[in-house]
C-alpha cells in the first residue's frame, strides 16, 4: 500500500522529519518550491497529497544529514539541490544513544563544486552532512586511528601542562600555529617541551586527573570493539597520557612521544623518534596490515593540520572539530557534538 503526503513550506520549521518517520521503513521524497512531497508504505500523520510519480534510480552513493537543527525546512533546503527526481530516504540510527539521521540515496555521484555547496548550505543550517560514495562496514574487522588532544579528550595536554608550569601563553600560542600548519610539527613540539624544562613530574598527574574524555568516546570504542574493531590513538602528544588512556578504554594499541624526566623533573626533552604527521599516517598502514585488515576498512579522526597526512591514509579520513584548513582536505566532517556520531558514518 502506497500513501501520499506533502509537508508544506509553512510547516516545515516547526518539525523533524526524525520524529515523524520510522527507523526500518523506506520512504521517497521529491522537492517542490512550496513543499516536500513524501511517499511512504505506512500511514503517517502529515498533510495528504494526490499520487505522483516515481521513478526509483539506483543507488551510487548517500547524504547522511544529522545534528539536532535538522528539520524538514532543512531537508528542504538540501533536496532543493535535487530537484529532478523523487530519491529514497530512510532514517538511520546506528545506535541507541544517537538521534537517527536522514540518508538520501543519490543516482550519481556528486562533483567536487556540488559537494562543496552542499557543506556550505549545511554550515549555513547547522547541520551535519556527509557524503558517502562507499562506508566502511561496521560488521566487518576494521580499523579506527584517532588523534588524542582535542579529539579523544578535549584538551591539548601541552597546554594544560605549560599553564600549571607558568608558561601557558607562551606554550598555547605556538601550539595554535602548529595546529594552523603555520610551523612544522615537530619543531614546534622540540621548542613547546623545551619551554617545560625543570617543571615538576607532578604536573603531569595533576592534568592525566582532570583529563576530560570527548562525550561520546567511551561508547564509541566499545561498540567498534564489540564488533571486533582495532581502536588505535596516534598521537604528537605524550605517552604518559596516551597509556592512561590506553589501560582506561582497552585500546590495541597506543602512538606517542616519551617525555625526557630525570630526577622527577621534566628536562625539556622528547626521548627517541618524534610522532608527527607521518609516523601518523604510518600507522594506519602498519596496523591494517598487521592486524589484516582491507584498505576499505580503516577510519581515521582528527582535528589538526598534523592529522591530514593520516586523514588521507584512511579509507575514511574524518575532521572532527576541526579547523578549516583540515574540513577541507578530509573525506568527511563533524562540526560539532559527539565522538559517537562517528558511527554515522559507518554500513
Known amino acids: 500500500m502506497s500513501f501520499f503526503y506533502q509537508i508544506p513550506a509553512q510547516q516545515q520549521a516547526a518539525a523533524s522529519p526524525v520524529k515523524q518517520l520510522s527507523v526500518n521503513q523506506h520512504y521517497m521524497l521529491k522537492w517542490q518550491p512550496q513543499a516536500l512531497l513524501l511517499h511512504s508504505k505506512q500511514s503517517l500523520a502529515l498533510p495528504e497529497a494526490a499520487e505522483f510519480t516515481l521513478k526509483l534510480p539506483a543507488q ?11 528539520s524538514w525546512a532543512a531537508l528542504h533546503k538540501v533536496m532543493q539541490c535535487f530537484t529532478e527526481t523523487a530519491l529514497a530516504c530512510r532514517l538511520y540510527q546506528p545506535h541507541p544513544e544517537l538521534s537517527a539521521a536522514v540518508e538520501l540515496a543519490l543516482p550519481t555521484e556528486l562533483t567536487a ?87 615538576d613530574e607532578g604536573i603531569l598527574q595533576q592534568v592525566l586527573a582532570g583529563v576530560p574524555l570527548m562525550p561520546g568516546l567511551t561508547e564509541l570504542v566499545n561498540h567498534l ?68 585488515i582491507a584498505a576499505s576498512q580503516t577510519v581515521a579522526i582528527g582535528d589538526g593540520a598534523n592529522d591530514i597526512p593520516m586523514l588521507k591514509a584512511a579509507a575514511l579520513g574524518v575532521a572532527f572539530h576541526a579547523k578549516p584548513k583540515v574540513q577541507a582536505q578530509a573525506k568527511a566532517a563533524i562540526r560539532q557534538g559527539s565522538l559517537l556520531q562517528l558511527l554515522y558514518l559507518l554500513d
Open 60 to 70: 551510487v552513493a548517500v547524504l547522511r544529514l544529522f545534528g539536532d537543527a535538522l
Open 113 to 199: 563544486t556540488q559537494l562543496q555547496q552542499l557543506n556550505e548550505l549545511a554550515a549555513g543550517l547547522d547541520i551535519e552532512l556527509v557524503y558517502l560514495p562507499t562506508a566502511p562496514v561496521l560488521a566487518k574487522p576494521g580499523l579506527l586511528v584517532m588523534d588524542m588532544d582535542s579529539t579523544a579528550i578535549q584538551i591539548e595536554c601541552i597546554d594544560e601542562i605549560a599553564n600549571l608550569a607558568g608558561v601557558g601563553e607562551q606554550v598555547a600560542a605556538v601550539t595554535a600555529r602548529a595546529m594552523n600548519g603555520e610551523l612544522d610539527f615537530a619543531q614546534s613540539l622540540v621548542a613547546r617541551v623545551a619551554a617545560l624544562q625543570g617543571a
Open 225 to 292: 570493539k564489540a564488533h571486533q574493531w582495532q581502536v588505535v590513538i596516534a598521537s604528537g602528544g605524550f605517552t604518559y597520557f596516551t597509556d592512561a588512556l590506553k589501560l582506561q578504554l582497552g585500546l590495541t594499541a597506543t602512538f606517542a612521544n616519551v617525555l625526557d624526566i630525570a630526577n622527577g623533573k621534566l628536562t625539556g626533552k622528547v626521548l627517541g623518534d618524534i610522532v608527527d604527521a607521518n609516523t601518523k599516517a604510518r600507522v594506519v598502514n602498519e596496523l591494517a596490515a598487521e592486524y589484516n
